[in-house]
C-alpha cells in the first residue's frame, strides 16, 4: 500500500540518521568556495582556514572530495565522553544530557572523518559502545514503571525513542483497554454483583 | 587561532542563541510535519502553505539547474567551468533530492491514512468549504480519497456484496451497537516532547496532573495534547 506497515507509527533508523545529516557542524575549509542557495538552508560563502557552520551531510560531501575538515563537535572527545560514562553510573535514574542525536552523529563522524577526531578511533568507538549499553539497560529497567495514563523519558536520544517505541505503546495501549474495562464494570457493579466470579 | 577565527567564534555563539529561537527553516518545518503526520493516530490538517513554499523553491532551483547546465556546456571548451562549480550543482540537486524524499514521506503516509479511515474522512471532509485555507486534505487528496472509495466499493459489489442479503451490503452500518466506520483512536498513546519555555498543564483526569516542561520527553494520550500540537508548542517524536 502506499505506507508499508513497518513505516507506520514508527521511524527506520535510516530515517533518522537522514535527519541528523542536516545538524548543523563546524568545517575548517581547505579551499575557497561561493555561497550557495539551498532550499532548506544556505551555505555562506567559504573562505580557507575560517571557520563555517554547515550541514553535516555538505559537510561529508565536501570531506570526501578534501575541501574541508571537520572540527569535532564539543562532546565528541574521550574526556566528555568518560565523564558522562561516570554520570550514567552515578545516577542510576537518570540519563546523562547528551545532544538528541549523539548516536547518529558520532556514527557518521566516525565513519567518514576519523582522521578529524582528536582520539584514536577505537576507544572512541568503545565509550560510545559502553555508553550506548548502559543507557539500554536503565532504559529497559525503565519499562517497570510503565502504566496506562503516562511516562516521562527526559534525556533519551531520537534512535533510543525509536528502540522502545514499539513495545511501550502496545504494552501501554493494552493497559489502556484494559484500564477501560475496569472503569466501566466498577460503573456497572452497582445492579450487577455476579461480576465478583471472574 | 588568529583574530578572525576568535570573531568567528563570537559570532557563532551569538548567531546560535538567536537561532534556537526561532529554528523554522523550510527543511526543520518539513521534519516536523512529517514526524508529526507519522505518528499522530488521525490526519493533521493539510500544510497548504509550507507545501506551496517548499515545491515554489524546488522548481526554482530546478530551473537554476537547468541554466547552470547550460551555461557548462556553453563555457566546457574554454575551461572556465570549474570542478568547484559542478561540485555546487552536485550540491544543490542533492539538496533538491532530499527534500522531495521528506515530500514523499509526508504524503505517503497522508495516503496510507486515507486509506485507512476512508468514511470517516469522507464524511469529516462532507461540509467543509472547498476554497476555505485550512481544509483537512489537498484538493488532490480529496480527489484521490473519493475515486479509490468508488473504485473500492464497486469491486466489494461486484465480488460478494451483491450475494449478500441487502441489509447486511452497508459499508457505514452504524446500527447494532457497533459501527462499521473505522475511526482513528485518539487515545492512543503517542511519544511528544515540549518545545516552548513555559510549562504545560495537561489533566489526566480525575485530578491527576502533569507538567510539560521544556525538553521533556513524555508518553501520553495523544488526545490530551492534540492541541498543543496543531499550535506547535509540542512535538511528536
Not at chain 2, 530551473?63 to 561540485?87: I, M, P, R
Request: charged letters at 30%; proline letters at 5%; one cysteine or more.
Amino acid at each position: 500500500m502506499s505506507l508499508p506497515s513497518h513505516l507506520q507509527n514508527n521511524l527506520t533508523p535510516s530515517e533518522i540518521n537522514f535527519m541528523a545529516e542536516n545538524e548543523l557542524i563546524t568545517i575548517l575549509p581547505r579551499y575557497s568556495m561561493n555561497k550557495i542557495e539551498l532550499i532548506g538552508t544556505k551555505v555562506p560563502a567559504l573562505r580557507a582556514m575560517r571557520r563555517e557552520e554547515i550541514p553535516l551531510w555538505i559537510a561529508v560531501v565536501l570531506k570526501s572530495q578534501d575541501k574541508c575538515s571537520i572540527v569535532p563537535p564539543s562532546w565528541l572527545n574521550l574526556t566528555y565522553l568518560k565523564e558522562k560514562y561516570d554520570e550514567e553510573i552515578r545516577k542510576p535514574l537518570r540519563f546523562s544530557d547528551l545532544p538528541p542525536n549523539w548516536l547518529e552523529v558520532s556514527k557518521i563522524l566516525l565513519a567518514k572523518a576519523s582522521d578529524d577526531l582528536a582520539d584514536p578511533t577505537h576507544q572512541l568507538r568503545s565509550i560510545l559502545q559502553d555508553l550506548r549499553e548502559i543507557r539500554l539497560v536503565k532504559s529497559r529497567k525503565g519499562l517497570r514503571e510503565l502504566n496506562e495514563s503516562n511516562i516521562q523519558l527526559n534525556g533519551l536520544s531520537l534512535l533510543e525513542i525509536n528502540e522502545l517505541r514499539p513495545f511501550v505503546l502496545t504494552v501501554m495501549n493494552k493497559l489502556r483497554l484494559l484500564h477501560d474495562t475496569i472503569a466501566k464494570k466498577d460503573s456497572g457493579d452497582a445492579d450487577n454483583v455476579s461480576d465478583d466470579e471472574y | 587561532m588568529d583574530i578572525d577565527d576568535i570573531l568567528q567564534e563570537f559570532e557563532t555563539a551569538t548567531s546560535r542563541k538567536e537561532t534556537k529561537k526561532t529554528p523554522t527553516t523550510l527543511y526543520d518545518e518539513l521534519v516536523v510535519a512529517m514526524v508529526n503526520e507519522r505518528m499522530a493516530p488521525e490526519l493533521l490538517p493539510f500544510k497548504h502553505e509550507l507545501l506551496q513554499k517548499v515545491l515554489a523553491q524546488i522548481s526554482n532551483q530546478q530551473q537554476f539547474l537547468l541554466d547552470s547546465h547550460e551555461y557548462g556546456d556553453v563555457n566546457a571548451e574554454s575551461g572556465v567551468v570549474t570542478g568547484d562549480f559542478k561540485l555546487q550543482l552536485m550540491i544543490i540537486e542533492t539538496d533538491i533530492e532530499r527534500i522531495n524524499y521528506l515530500i514523499r514521506l509526508y504524503l505517503r503516509t497522508r495516503l496510507s491514512k486515507i486509506d485507512k479511515f476512508t468514511i470517516f474522512y469522507i464524511n469529516e471532509t462532507a461540509d467543509e468549504d472547498p476554497d476555505s485555507k485550512d481544509r483537512l486534505l489537498s484538493s488532490q487528496e480529496q480527489k484521490y480519497m473519493h475515486q479509490h472509495f468508488k473504485i473500492l466499493t464497486r469491486l466489494y459489489n461486484n465480488c460478494f456484496l451483491k450475494r449478500l442479503p441487502h441489509t447486511l451490503t452497508l459499508l457505514d452500518d452504524t446500527s447494532g451497537g457497533q459501527s462499521m466506520i473505522v475511526e482513528p483512536d485518539l487515545n492512543q498513546p503517542v511519544f511528544v516532547k515540549s518545545i516552548t519555555d513555559k510549562p504545560i498543564t495537561i489533566s489526566l483526569g480525575e485530578d491527576d496532573e502533569l507538567d510539560l516542561v521544556n525538553d521533556g520527553i513524555y508518553v501520553v494520550k495523544y488526545k490530551l495534547v492534540r492541541d498543543y500540537i496543531s499550535i506547535g508548542d509540542v512535538v511528536m517524536i
